[in-house]
T-cell receptor
Framework: GDSVTQMEGPVTLSEEAFLTINCTYT??????LFWYVQYPGEGLQLLLK?????DKGSNKGFEATYRKETTSFHLEKGSVQVSDSAVYFC????????????FGKGMKLTVNP | ETGVTQSPTHLIKTRGQQVTLRCSSQ?????VSWYQQALGQGPQFIFQ???????GRGNFPPRFSGLQFPNYSSELNVNALELDDSALYLC?????????????FGPGTRLTVL
């Protein structure tokens, strides 16, 4: 079945550091790929998405590119802020019309001033 | 702010009991999904409801059941609780006009089974 493997934390960075969170997936065909963020006490929020190969999703300074050849969707940000402290989840939605999301285990990021 | 609310925020039950969790979506959100998020894990899909009928289910036993109401609220019911049912339960809804990628998640209900 479909699955997502992502870099696990926790990770602690200093403000303005570069961030990369690795994510690879297993799925047939061309799934849609997502990054969700979960701030303390809040629900999951969609951070960015990409629906076909070579698409780049971006939002709030975060970027991720859908790489079909490496089945990856790594999340990057050039300069993190304290407000980016949260748990980040990589997820996919399989091809075929199902709305089921398959999530990775999540990575907790703490950014210190 | 996603417009999706869940109640209660926290709940403690004992093994063997039954529990009902509630989700209230925005007007017009006619699709709702439920997920279970165990500690340190990503959310796992339980099932989805569309127009008050279940139309997709993950790998969860029948003691997990749901209801969706015409007023855009929904329930997750779990019978015969087990210790492993301790988790954060999330609901997600999407508007009638939105695609499958426009789901809005609630903050979750933390269930502890003793």
């Amino acid at each position: 079945g479909d699955s997502v493997t992502q870099m696990e934390g926790p990770v602690t960075l200093s403000e303005e550091a570069f961030l990369t969170i690795n994510c690879t997936y297993t799925a047939t065909g061309y799934p849609s790929l997502f990054w969700y963020v979960q701030y303390p006490g809040e629900g999951l929020q969609l951070l960015l998405k990409a629906t076909k190969a070579d698409d780049k999703g971006s939002n709030k300074g975060f970027e991720a590119t859908y790489r079909k050849e490496t089945t990856s969707f790594h999340l990057e940000k050039g300069s993190v802020q304290v407000s980016d402290s949260a748990v980040y989840f990589c997820a996919l939605r399989g091809q075929g019309g199902s709305e089921k999301l398959v999530f990775g285990k999540g990575m907790k990021l703490t950014v210190n001033p | 702010e996603t417009g999706v609310t869940q109640s209660p925020t926290h709940l403690i039950k004992t093994r063997g009991q039954q529990v009902t969790l509630r989700c209230s979506s925005q007007s017009g959100h006619n699709t709702v999904s439920w997920y279970q998020q165990a500690l340190g894990q990503g959310p796992q899909f339980i099932f989805q409801y569309y127009r008050e009928e279940e139309n997709g289910r993950g790998n969860f036993p029948p003691r997990f059941s749901g209801l969706q109401f015409p007023n855009y609220s929904s329930e997750l019911n779990v019978n015969a609780l087990e210790l492993d049912d301790s988790a954060l339960y999330l609901c997600a809804s999407r508007p009638r006009s939105g695609g499958a990628d426009t789901q809005y998640f609630g903050p979750g209900t933390r269930l502890t089974v003793l």
